[in-house]
């Protein structure tokens, strides 16, 4: 992947689609006046990548957003992740239709399984390849998903998916996962790409943030550009939604981004999907 020169830059998934690699999470936002101010701000600054799922329930929110803003649809990518307790074939199914009709949409861009589930596992990813068949959404994929996971899927999987949504940042670098990733031509998506704020004390942040005149935030999200990772940034603060999309005028060097990834402590900040999918 050649890292992106702007927050429209797109990259290919293995299907061809062209996601863009830098989008926007509302993950948490479900007040219709916050989602109105942040989306409102991160269409000025430029995002045009948008990832919601079922479970933020502000799929309908989005949708009239967006609908209502005088963006086309072309130049939008719209995310969502079918939740936890819709999975398995027909709820999948049924469950899709009411988010495309929520998000005011006829087509999908990226449909995601939110957790593994052991149970629906193949049902549910039998219902995505029909919907991609279907042309119902632009490309499919999955989250939280480990090599297990995806080895399993593999046995039984028409087409492999094209991204894995999972949790990146400094403290969680997910070095195997990413490289198995990287192997098999599954794009690595970074969920919760600033840690919700917890590392941005790091003295070498810190230190990063003063020779190139960048937040600390900043830098965190130049080094996820840099590790060609799509990354979904979330914040229903103005100041700070354009503050993370000014990242393109600078590049760490490659001691800079080793010395940000040995913060790597193995940190999760979300659940862990090993102790999620079996109860799911
Ligand atoms: N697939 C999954 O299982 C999964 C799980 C979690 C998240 N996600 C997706 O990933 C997206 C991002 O993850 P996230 O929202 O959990 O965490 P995040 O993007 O790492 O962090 C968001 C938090 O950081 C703050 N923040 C944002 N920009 C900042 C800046 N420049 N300086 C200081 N603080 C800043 C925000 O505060 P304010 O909002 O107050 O500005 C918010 O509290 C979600 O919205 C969702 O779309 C997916």
Wanted: glycine share 4%; aromatic share 10%.
């Amino acid at each position: 992947m050649n890292v992106s020169k702007t927050l429209t830059d797109m990259v290919p998934l293995s299907n061809g689609i062209q996601m863009p690699q830098h989008g926007f999470g509302v993950y948490k936002i479900t007040e219709m006046k916050e989602l109105e101010r942040a989306v409102h701000k991160a269409l000025e600054v430029g995002y045009r990548s948008f990832d919601t799922a079922q479970m933020y329930q502000n799929e309908g929110l989005l949708g009239e957003i967006l609908h209502q803003s005088s963006f086309a649809r072309k130049d939008l990518f719209i995310t969502t992740k079918i939740n936890n307790g819709n999975q398995g074939y027909d709820q999948t199914l049924f469950t899709f239709e009411q988010s495309l009709a929520d998000l005011q949409l006829s087509q999908l861009d990226l449909l995601l399984v939110h957790w593994p589930s052991e149970k629906h596992f193949f049902e549910t990813w039998r219902a995505f390849e029909q919907l991609y068949e279907e042309k119902m959404v632009r490309a499919i994929g999955v989250c939280n998903f480990q090599m297990h996971h995806l080895e399993k899927l593999k046995t039984k999987a028409n087409m492999m998916p094209m991204v894995n949504q999972i949790e990146v940042h400094p403290y969680l670098i997910q070095t195997e996962l990413r490289e198995y990733l990287n192997e098999n031509q599954i794009a690595v998506e970074a969920w919760r790409p600033l840690a919700r704020g917890k590392i941005l004390n790091e003295p070498i942040l810190e230190e990063l943030s003063q020779r190139y005149n960048k937040t600390p935030a900043q830098i965190v999200l130049r080094w996820q550009l840099q590790q060609d990772s799509i990354f979904i940034p979330k914040s229903s603060t103005p100041a700070r939604i354009e503050e993370n999309t000014n990242i393109y005028e600078f590049e760490l060097t490659m001691e800079e981004m080793n010395k940000i990834s040995s913060l790597n402590k193995n940190l999760r900040t979300g659940p862990d999907p090993d102790k999620v999918y079996p109860t799911i």
